[in-house]
T-cell receptor, first 112, second 115 residues
Framework: SQQGEEDPQALSIQEGENATMNCSYK?????LQWYRQNSGRGLVHLIL?????REKHSGRLRVTLDTSKKSSSLLITASRAADTASYFC????????????FGTGTRLTIIP | NAGVTQTPKFRVLKTGQSMTLLCAQD?????MYWYRQDPGMGLRLIHY???????AKGEVPDGYNVSRLKKQNFLLGLESAAPSQTSVYFC??????????????FGPGTRLTVT
């Protein structure tokens, strides 16, 4: 069964705007990761946040984690056409954290 | 470095046929994974390996077998393909199983259609 559910399933915004997507999960985690997938390609790791962290930044990306609500959000600021892709959250549990469980993804479209 | 490569990129099989998907990585990673991706389902783990000569079942292992005879290669086999196995298959690798330190690296995928 899927651990993570992303919301929204699809998002379209104008270039330059900020994009926010959310991930909810069901069980306790060791860490949560976000990946990007361009159309027809493999996934690429973006950022990892550990269960004892609340916020993390990487360039134009900001990730938050609320373990009490079992949720995370990914914010992409000043979006660009090249950000058009699907974004997936993935969780590693506290037990056997060698495996990731992926969510269903958010399809982001940046309109030039 | 080529990273993670997958062979073939596309394949069409008839029901009941068999095939092997090959994944290779040149990063000296210990851990390797096979996923399938279906519309609206995200990625689901089929099998994985924590080192040469080892394999373990993931979330959806039925109908698939795997082998890790060499550290750099991870093979996924379908002995008798079924239409339900139509999917895009991704291979991934990571340096260790400590995924709080090391991310997974993905191959480009194999699109398989079973008719």
């Amino acid at each position: 069964s899927q651990q993570g559910e992303e919301d929204p399933q699809a998002l379209s915004i104008q270039e330059g705007e900020n994009a926010t997507m959310n991930c909810s999960y069901k069980t306790s985690i060791n860490n949560l990761q976000w990946y990007r997938q361009n159309s027809g390609r493999g996934l690429v790791h973006l950022i990892l946040i550990r269960s004892n962290e609340r916020e993390k930044h990487s360039g134009r990306l900001r990730v938050t984690l609320d373990t009490s609500k079992k949720s995370s959000s990914l914010l992409i600021t000043a979006s660009r056409a090249a950000d058009t892709a699907s974004y997936f959250c993935a969780t590693a549990s506290n037990f056997g954290n060698e495996k990731l469980t992926f969510g269903t993804g958010t399809r982001l479209t940046i309109i030039p | 470095n080529a990273g993670v490569t997958q062979t073939p990129k596309f394949r069409v099989l008839k029901t009941g046929q068999s095939m092997t998907l090959l994944c290779a990585q040149d990063m000296n990673h210990e851990y390797m994974y096979w996923y399938r991706q279906d519309p609206g389902m995200g990625l689901r783990l089929i099998h994985y390996s924590v080192g040469e000569g080892t394999t373990a079942k993931g979330e959806v292992p039925d109908g698939y077998n795997v082998s890790r005879l060499k550290k750099q290669n991870f093979l996924l086999g379908l002995e008798s393909a079924a239409p339900s196995q139509t999917s895009v298959y991704f291979c991934a690798s990571s340096y260790t199983g400590r995924l709080d330190r090391y991310e997974q690296y993905f191959g480009p995928g194999t699109r398989l259609t079973v008719t």
